[in-house]
């Protein structure tokens, strides 16, 4: 007894816990209701992977504005305040001062203070690269809207099966009421019987167990509902506190589904990311060889420059301006083939996005084939399924009258029930694995 009453606290202790922190949400009482869209919606508006994918878009879209800037005129200020306190001497090869004639003169040149204030500025006028620089810096950009593309079909898969999921275990959850309250029913029936001595006590106790299995069916249906709750509110990036619950039913679902469209198989962001990459490769071997062609740029300065004895920037008549302007060609001769090798690099490169390409379409196309055969099957599994419920339907309407009229055993009738609730159950995972299945393909046709 000690045992069952420590078992008792825990489990007491624990089932506080999960409802403190909003584990176990078997019935939410203010829940959002959303559609499926509305869902997916909330996700792509959520989930940080999508967030990051559009800041890094941006951010590549700024490399453009970037290259821009570089064409802009560079200007830059200098001041350069210098006190000399020893003069360079310099030995001239011949007498200035006339007592020498022969031989050599020493003299120092400037004054102990040189303060020079001035602008550079330079323009570039032609650089071979910077054409395939912008058009590397846009295939960037839609390598990264790609890639966001990527990151929403992948949350919209996600999120879709995260939804039928949840729907498929309220309808489970549904049926496991059904059955307890068969079972109820049954056990009344059965209580009646007994008391008039109709029935025996082992079929009473059979009865009593059926609705002990069916009260224990449903508390786990109901755990899987807020399981699948919980999965939802994760892949839709919201709170666990935020309830919600769906708004639509596996049938409603079904209905609405379109017809199943061709496969696009060019139109996977996988194989249009590759070929993207390849045009990359291709674009930096360009550059990469450019850099052996001439660049040509334009350059001047304006500056003033004082000579002084002492240190007085604003003495009179000691600045003298100086400026110049200038073009700078640069033509490149030999750079130790270092341009050739590393553009072979990049081709090399390029074959391997060629080879991943006609990888990833092979790749594809058995993916469509098995996901469009998962989606054959699973097609005919529901119109088995369904002509089984509406037969099962039909036995327990027939087989519950012949009980109520005392024709049929309890047993007999049991056995009848639990065969309709399999039915109900093989028909609502028939649905549920369609829809699944449904989705999977549009996910490898390309039309998620």
């Known amino acids: 007894m000690e045992i069952r009453s420590q078992f008792f606290r825990v489990e007491k202790t624990l089932l506080a816990v999960l409802l403190g922190i909003g584990i176990i949400l078997p019935f939410p009482l203010f829940a959002q209701s959303l559609s499926l869209e509305e869902a997916i919606q909330k996700g792509l508006d959520n989930r940080a992977e999508i967030k ?61 203070f040189n303060n020079t204030f001035g602008l550079d500025a330079t323009q570039k006028i032609l650089d071979p690269q910077t054409k395939y620089t912008r058009q590397i810096n846009n295939t960037q950009v839609e390598s990264r809207r ?74 786990k249906a109901r755990q899987d509902y807020s399981l ?31 017809a199943v469209s061709p496969p696009d198989i060019a139109a996977r962001t996988e194989i249009r990311a590759e070929v993207l990459n390849m045009t990359l490769e291709a674009l930096n071997e360009s550059r990469e060889l450019a850099t052996r062609r001439p660049t040509l740029s334009a350059y001047g300065n304006y500056s003033a420059l004082q000579l002084s004895e ?3 920037p604003f003495k009179s008549g000691t600045w003298y301006p100086f400026n110049y302007i200038g073009l700078r060609l640069n033509v490149p001769i030999f750079d130790g083939r270092q341009a050739r090798l590393a553009a072979g690099d990049y081709r090399i490169r390029q074959q391997i996005s060629k080879n991943t390409v006609d990888q990833l379409e092979r790749d594809i196309t058995y993916e469509v084939q098995e996901a469009l055969t998962t989606l054959y099957q699973a097609r005919l599994d529901i119109a088995n399924t369904q002509a089984n419920l509406e037969l099962a339907q039909q036995i327990a309407a027939t087989d519950k009258f012949r009980y109520e009229k005392n024709v049929l055993t309890q047993t007999e009738l049991n056995a009848t029930q639990t065969t309709l609730q399999n039915a109900e159950t093989n028909y609502l995972t028939s649905v549920y694995n369609y829809l699944v299945a449904l989705v999977r393909y549009r996910r490898a046709a390309g039309n998620l």
């Open 146 to 219: 790609l890639a966001l593309e990527q990151q929403r079909t992948a949350v919209r898969q996600n999120i879709t099966e995260a939804y039928y999921r949840t729907v498929f275990d309220r309808e489970r959850l549904r049926l496991a009421e059904a059955a307890l309250d068969r079972a109820k029913e049954n056990l009344a029936i059965a209580q009646t019987r007994l008391a008039a001595g109709t029935l025996l006590e082992n079929d009473f106790d059979r009865v009593r167990l059926d609705q002990s299995n069916a009260e224990l069916a449903l508390r």
């Open 310 to 312: 002492t240190f007085n």
């Open 52 to 112: 990051n994918a559009r800041l890094e878009t941006e951010l590549a879209e700024r490399q453009n504005a970037l290259l821009k800037a570089h064409y802009l005129p560079q200007i830059s200020g200098l001041a350069d305040l210098r006190w000399n306190t020893q003069l360079q001497t310099t030995i001239l090869p011949f007498d200035i001062t006339g007592n020498n004639p022969e031989g050599t003169t020493t003299v120092k040149f400037g004054l102990p």
């Open 228 to 258: 699948a709750i919980q999965a939802l509110q994760y892949r839709m990036g919201v709170p666990q506190n935020n309830l919600i619950e769906p708004s639509q039913t596996l049938p409603e679902i079904l209905a609405d589904t379109a």
